[in-house]
């Protein structure tokens, strides 16, 4: 089985910065892609930041310039780096990762189980 566990959750000032991390684990051939997505309540779920695994990344226009995404390919570990968060950044914060379990096998996404994300005005 695959697990994706984020942590680095929790209540901020606006602000602050939080770091948010989430590391892949169990049976992982090849991982593709990681990110981050973000749901507030009452919304959709919105992409945040992607990462490939040579390091090519993608923003959400609305985070660009106050996260960074970054990844350790050696511990399938991807990471989140968000600064001056704003009460409309509270969300639980998904983590997610495109992956081959065996060699030659096909790539599925998954996701983690989400990590609360609160700042307070």
């Known amino acids: 089985q695959v697990q994706l566990v984020e942590s680095g959750g929790g209540l901020v000032q606006a602000g602050g910065s939080l770091r948010l991390s989430c590391a892949a684990s169990g049976t992982i051939f090849s991982i593709n892609s990681m990110g981050w997505y973000r749901q507030a309540p009452g919304k959709q779920r919105e992409l945040v930041a992607t990462i490939t695994n040579g390091g090519n990344t993608n923003y959400a226009d609305s985070v660009k310039g106050q996260v960074s995404i970054s990844r350790d390919n050696a511990k399938n570990t991807v990471y989140l780096q968000m600064n001056s968060l704003k009460p409309e950044d509270t969300a639980v914060y998904y983590c997610?990762?495109?992956?081959?379990?065996?060699?030659?096998?096909?790539?599925?996404?998954?996701w983690g189980q989400g990590t609360q994300v609160t700042v307070s005005s």
């Open positions: 997610t990762a495109t992956l081959a379990k065996y060699r030659g096998g096909n790539y599925y996404g998954y």
